[in-house]
């Protein structure tokens, strides 16, 4: 029964149902990142850090991808069916990955009050290898059996564990501790500083 109101929601406006989808689930994602890989809690869970992934979602990456999949849906039909899915998850790969992964690190960035040149040099390489060791195999099935209105909410389905892999990546996830950031936080915890 939900899946038919969700199908005909995508019939009668497909923009705003993937981008109210796109929104919830990057927020799922990033709740996910902060209470099941940061373990951060209840109390220590940045709210303002969740409101901009879900900001993102709805507001930029749904559209570009409900938009970006009719496109390669449109434009990219090759004489074989298994041409077509290589040259679509190629151009997925090649332009859009790498423009969404640039945007989001930029955005979140920009939306924290950090640099965005430096979180790019910081975190760019790694997001898109590890982007390269899910997708392809992702979107190579995605545009094999998956109809084009369903494809939004498939990557969104996976992306709940992308998301939170973004999230922590986007927070310095992976990236080893300064002194200084160490003693910052301890500062804020109101705990004893490190030694030195």
């Known amino acids: 029964m939900a899946f038919r109101w969700y199908q005909a929601k995508l019939t009668s406006a497909p923009l ?14 990033d709740t996910l990142a902060q209470q099941a890989v940061e373990r951060r809690g209840i109390k220590k869970h940045d709210l303002s850090r969740t409101g901009r992934m ?4 709805g507001a930029i ?3 570009a991808a409900t938009k970006w999949y009719q496109f390669l ?15 679509r998850v190629a151009c997925d790969q090649l332009i859009f990955a790498p423009t ?4 989001f690190l930029s955005s979140m960035a920009y939306l924290e009050g950090a640099s965005p040149k430096e979180r790019l040099q910081k975190s760019y390489v790694t997001g898109m290898v590890k982007n390269c060791m899910v997708w392809p195999w992702v979107q190579a099935v995605n545009f094999r059996f998956v109809p084009l209105d369903m494809r939004v909410l498939v990557v969104n389905v996976v992306s ?6 973004l999230s922590f990546l986007n927070s310095g996830g992976g990236q080893p501790q300064t002194l200084e950031q160490k003693m910052r936080e301890k500062m804020q915890e109101g705990g004893e500083l490190p030694p030195s």
Do not use: E, H, K
């Open 61 to 63: 990456f749904g559209p």
């Open 73 to 87: 849906a449109r434009n990219i039909n090759l004489r074989s069916n298994n041409g077509t899915i290589a040259a």
């Open 54 to 57: 879900a900001a993102y979602g």
């Open 16 to 29: 705003l149902t993937q981008s109210i989808t796109t929104a919830v689930l990057f927020a799922t994602g």
């Open 100 to 103: 969404n992964m640039a945007l």
């Open 160 to 165: 709940l564990g992308w998301n939170c892999y």
